[in-house]
């Protein structure tokens, strides 16, 4: 069974950060497998692997906001900020080797679950009106692809 189904109520109708959002929960479900098959390594492996690319969705997300002078900004970025310190403890006590992935997985599907309904839905009227030639530059300058 998958861990973190993507349900229809995660859509922000935003298809470039709905796709990162994606990736996000396939990372998650990477992770879930890694745990489940005790795979250390890996486990070790996706959690960087999952923090590297949220951090660029943070960044990502941030400069949308910004470019659409969306007013909360600061308050979004404060909260990309705080999970990004908790994701960074909870990787750093697992290369210390305490078994926590567990408690991670949750945390973050349910972290994530609530920051997509609340937080991101909030900006999607203001930055709906998506300049597609800024997104693909943004997209490559930050992702690399
Ligand atoms: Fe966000």
Redesign the pocket.
């Known amino acids: 069974m998958t861990y973190f189904e993507w349900v229809p109520e995660l859509d922000t109708g935003i298809s470039v950060i709905d796709n990162q959002h994606k990736r996000i929960v396939e990372y998650i479900n990477i992770l879930d497998q890694a745990v489940r098959e005790k795979d250390v390594s890996a486990v070790a492996e996706v959690v960087e692997q999952l923090t590297d690319y949220t951090v660029t969705?943070?960044t990502f997300?941030e400069e949308l906001m910004q470019k659409h002078g969306y007013p909360y900004l600061d308050a979004?970025r404060k909260?990309?900020q705080a999970f990004t310190e908790r994701v960074q403890n909870y990787k750093k006590r697992i290369d210390q080797g305490e078994d926590v992935s567990r408690q991670l997985l949750s945390d973050l599907r349910i972290w994530l679950t609530n920051?997509?309904k609340r937080?991101?839905k909030d900006?999607v009227e203001i930055c709906n009106k998506i300049d597609h030639g800024w997104v693909s530059k943004a997209v490559s300058r930050l992702f690399g692809t």
């Open positions: 969705h943070f997300e979004h909260v990309h920051h997509i937080d991101d900006y």
